[in-house]
């Protein structure tokens, strides 16, 4: 009884301190800001996808300003099978994105300079349908 004891509090120690909540991820992301002002997170649980559907995104959508520059970051919890992938789309199709698909690429974050005000729309999923939680968030970087 005592061994399965031990082995149930090592599991649950193991498993807290692989994997973040969403709202640890938050303070990852905000902590990791630099020189930008956070303004809004997007906080993200993805199931893994089903065979023959297509994988599950979060869409967000905000009114961004012209002639500002923003960061969108990305953190993905340690216990998630996939990485986040954070895309910011405008009426024309993307705009930028994390990840880069030919080099196989992921960046913590990117910034963008809006040309003009508008609605964007912000992406959030898992390569290949993955399943894990990731943190999006929208900083301001300067006017």
């Not at 300079?113 to 912000?122: A, F, L, M, R, W």
């Amino acid at each position: 009884m005592r061994q399965l004891l031990l082995i149930s509090v090592i599991a649950f120690l193991n498993v807290t301190a692989h994997s973040q909540t969403a709202d640890q991820l938050v303070e990852i992301c905000v902590d990791g800001l630099g020189d930008a002002t956070y303004l809004k997170d997007f906080q993200v649980e993805h199931a893994a996808a089903v065979p023959g559907q297509q994988a599950p995104v979060a869409r967000y959508s905000m009114v961004l300003n012209k002639n500002t520059q923003y960061r969108l970051s990305i953190c993905t919890s340690e216990g998630a099978s996939g990485k986040g992938i954070i895309q910011l789309f405008d009426n024309q199709g993307v705009v930028a994105t994390n990840y880069v698909e030919d080099s196989d690429t992921y960046y913590s974050f990117f910034d963008v300079k809006i040309q003009s005000t508008g609605v964007y729309h912000i992406f959030i999923s898992f390569k290949d349908g993955a399943p894990g939680t990731a943190v999006g968030v929208l900083s301001l970087v300067k006017r």
